[in-house]
Each structure stands twice: as structure tokens, then as C-alpha cells.
């Protein structure tokens, strides 16, 4: 994957993830989108998902999806609060771990997707 096909789906991964911390720290009404319920049954299964959807679109590599989405959620928590404060290493960690259900949607769609297209 060139540059250019490469920088899309990472900017959409990332854009995917903004928008899911966002949209459930909303609906959940908190500071921290993953004190709601929202989080949990809305924005969390669809971060899966799109880690899923972009790995087999992208079969390449796709772990790195999962990666950018939740790096994507980070930022958006960052910006939200406005200041990356002391816990900062802590949430990125949790992020991580987060990330990992997504890593392995994110492989399993690839690889469905290379078997389907005989590669």
C-alpha cells in the first residue's frame, strides 16, 4: 500500500474514532464517554466493527487499524478535557487495551477477506 492509498483509511480510522468517543460522551452525558452506558453498548461495538469493516477492506496490516481508531478516541478525550492532566498515561493504556478485541476483528476480517479473494 502506497502513501496515499495508506493515508485515507488512517485518517478515516482515526476520524472513526473521534467521532464514536464523541457521539457517546453526548448521549452518556459525562466527561469521560467511557463512564457511560453509551460507551459500552454503542460506541464501543461499533469501534469493533469498523476495526473489522476496515481490515477486510484494507487486509494489509490490519491491526493498525484498531490502533488508529482508539489513538483516534485518545485525542478526542484529550481535546475534550482540554489538558492531557497526570492520568494521561493511564488512559492511553486503557485505550490499548481497549484496542485489542478490535486488533482481532481487525485480523479475522482480513483474513477473510484474502481467503475470499483467493490470495
Do not use: K
Not at 453526548?26 to 463512564?35: M, S, Y
Not at 466493527?49 to 484498531?66: D, I, V, Y
Not at 483516534?72 to 484529550?78: K, L, P, Y
Amino acid at each position: 500500500m502506497n502513501g496515499r492509498a495508506f493515508a485515507w483509511p488512517v485518517g478515516l480510522a482515526l476520524a472513526v474514532g473521534v467521532v464514536l468517543w464523541l457521539l457517546a460522551g453526548a448521549l452518556g452525558h459525562r466527561r469521560e464517554p467511557w463512564d457511560s452506558a453509551a460507551y459500552w453498548a454503542i460506541a464501543y461495538p461499533l469501534a469493533i466493527a469498523a476495526c473489522a469493516t476496515l481490515g477486510w477492506r484494507f487486509p494489509e496490516r490490519p491491526a493498525r487499524w484498531a490502533w488508529a481508531l482508539f489513538a483516534g478516541q485518545f485525542v478526542a478525550m484529550v481535546a475534550r478535557n482540554g489538558e492531557l492532566g497526570g492520568m494521561w498515561p493511564l488512559g492511553l493504556a486503557m485505550f490499548a487495551v481497549l484496542a485489542l478485541p478490535g486488533v482481532l476483528a481487525a485480523r479475522w476480517a482480513a483474513r477473510l477477506s484474502r481467503a475470499g479473494r483467493g490470495a
